[in-house]
């Protein structure tokens, strides 16, 4: 069983780098940067939203007989394809409505210090404006979201492989478990190693720029190409 487990964990770990999580990942730490903690954190969220939704729906198919049918699991996934494209589109708006740009400017927390921000709702001219405010505090809790939507849509897969390698419910439920802590541990230290570059990034406002817009076309296009992918099953007339 032990071996049985530890594949679990390294499986959940690689599961956290498939391309439509990092597109969400992407779009979400470019939209709120902050500190490396900061970031890993947000990651880490992403992983126990995604482990929360994906531990009920295999307790209830485990434990309880529930059906999850390829109509339902396409459904899902097509739900998670619009969610890409707003995050996408989010990026692109805010880059756009609120002049993202960067330079030096104070928080009361932090000091003087340099990152991407922005003077949308400044009420002063931006000379003037010494850009005093707090950064986030606690668990992001739109990365939860994201992740919850994310474990919903990708629990079809776990769960036949969980099923199929052992006929006893409380090894398949241990199973989906430690798969659910490696995809928390992957994320956390993808988001963690991305801070560093986009960290240099935010010193660059053009360079800056340039990865937000890629990381939200990137949002939006893997959410078209999931939404094409399960439109026929999602659609399909019976």
């Given at each position: 069983?032990?071996?049985?487990?530890?594949?679990?964990?390294?499986?959940?770990?690689?599961h956290a780098l498939e391309v439509?999580?990092?597109?969400?990942?992407?779009?979400?730490?470019?939209?709120?940067?902050?500190?490396?903690?900061?970031?890993?954190?947000?990651?880490?969220?992403?992983?126990?939203?995604?482990?929360?939704?994906?531990?009920?729906?295999?307790?209830?198919?485990?434990?309880?007989?529930?059906?999850?049918?390829?109509?339902?699991?396409?459904?899902?996934?097509?739900?998670?394809?619009?969610?890409?494209?707003?995050?996408?589109?989010?990026?692109?708006?805010?880059?756009?409505?609120?002049?993202?740009?960067?330079?030096?400017?104070?928080?009361?927390?932090?000091?003087?210090?340099?990152?991407?921000?922005?003077?949308?709702?400044?009420?002063?001219?931006?000379?003037?404006?010494?850009?005093r405010h707090a950064h986030a505090?606690?668990?992001?809790?739109?990365?939860?979201?994201?992740?919850?939507?994310?474990?919903?849509?990708?629990?079809?897969?776990?769960?036949?492989?969980?099923?199929?390698?052992?006929?006893?419910?409380?090894?398949?439920?241990?199973?989906?478990?430690?798969?659910?802590?490696?995809?928390?541990?992957?994320?956390?230290?993808?988001?963690?190693?991305?801070?560093?570059?986009?960290?240099?990034?935010?010193?660059?406002?053009?360079?800056?720029?340039?990865?937000?817009?890629?990381?939200?076309?990137?949002?939006?296009?893997v959410g078209l190409s999931i939404?094409?992918?399960?439109?026929?099953?999602?659609?399909?007339?019976?």
């Open positions: 069983m032990g071996a049985f487990l530890l594949l679990g964990f390294l499986i959940g770990m690689q439509d999580h990092l597109a969400a990942v992407g779009a979400m730490v470019t939209k709120q940067p902050g500190s490396h903690r900061r970031m890993a954190l947000q990651g880490a969220a992403w992983g126990i939203g995604h482990t929360l939704t994906l531990f009920a729906l295999s307790a209830a198919v485990i434990l309880l007989g529930f059906t999850l049918s390829e109509r339902l699991s396409s459904t899902l996934e097509f739900a998670v394809g619009i969610m890409l494209i707003f995050l996408g589109l989010d990026v692109l708006r805010r880059l756009r409505q609120k002049r993202m740009h960067i330079h030096v400017h104070e928080h009361h927390d932090l000091g003087r210090h340099i990152h991407a921000h922005s003077h949308h709702d400044a009420t002063i001219p931006h000379i003037d404006d010494a850009h505090q606690g668990l992001p809790k739109r990365a939860l979201l994201v992740g919850l939507m994310h474990g919903a849509a990708g629990s079809a897969g776990l769960l036949v492989l969980a099923v199929s390698a052992t006929q006893d419910p409380i090894e398949a439920m241990t199973y989906v478990l430690v798969f659910g802590i490696g995809s928390i541990l992957g994320m956390a230290a993808l988001t963690f190693a991305m801070s560093f570059p986009l960290r240099l990034a935010e010193h660059t406002t053009w360079i800056w720029t340039t990865v937000s817009i890629a990381a939200g076309i990137l949002a939006i296009g939404m094409v992918e399960a439109y026929p099953t999602v659609f399909a007339i019976t």
